[in-house]
């Protein structure tokens, strides 16, 4: 009887790793889907229109945000309105709407916040789109917007691509 019991109990154990790694998988997959659902009440573009490009540079990166239709005037609107006013908080350390969408334990996003006095953040509007261009001279902050831009390229899935 005892034996049964031994083998009983290694039978559940390893069930309940199978379902925890099992569940692990389910999270990962439902990140990004979280993220795409929730993008409306943060951007008001549609993300299913639109893609993000991230290009890491030794100085910072570039994030660029671009209608995957270039016709589609709405969404370029939204976008460069979007992205303008999101450049003007993050010069001032404002980073909410990331960490509303993304969590506020993001990667890099509490350097970034805290060393804002110490990144030039710049706008510029594109013909089917806009990007923001962030640059720093501190090692500390140029690794938090990598951390950053690679958390991003994370959750956003297929939404968004590196450069």
């Not at 034996?3 to 990004?32: D, F, P």
């Not at 969590?103 to 030039?120: E, F, H, T, Y």
């Not at 510029?124 to 990598?146: C, K, N, V, Y």
Request: net charge neutral.
């Amino acid at each position: 009887m005892n034996k049964h019991l031994r083998k009983l109990a290694r039978l559940a154990g390893t069930s309940t790793i199978l379902l925890l790694v099992g569940c692990s998988t389910l999270s990962a997959e439902t990140r990004q889907e979280h993220v795409h659902q929730m993008a409306h009440g943060v951007m008001p573009f549609d993300l299913s229109q639109t893609v993000h490009i991230f290009r890491m540079t030794e100085s910072g990166g570039v994030l660029r945000v671009i209608a995957k239709d270039s016709a589609a005037s709405d969404q370029i609107a939204l976008i460069q309105q979007h992205l303008q006013h999101e450049a003007q908080r993050f010069q001032h350390g404002d980073y909410a709407d990331p960490a509303t969408l993304h969590g506020a334990d993001m990667p890099g996003l509490k350097a970034l916040q805290a060393g804002a006095a110490g990144i030039r953040v710049a706008y510029a509007m594109l013909p089917s789109g806009a990007e923001i261009t962030f640059q720093a001279t501190d090692i500390r902050l140029i690794t938090a917007l990598h951390r950053w831009f690679g958390a991003q390229l994370s959750e956003h899935g297929a939404d968004a691509r590196a450069e």
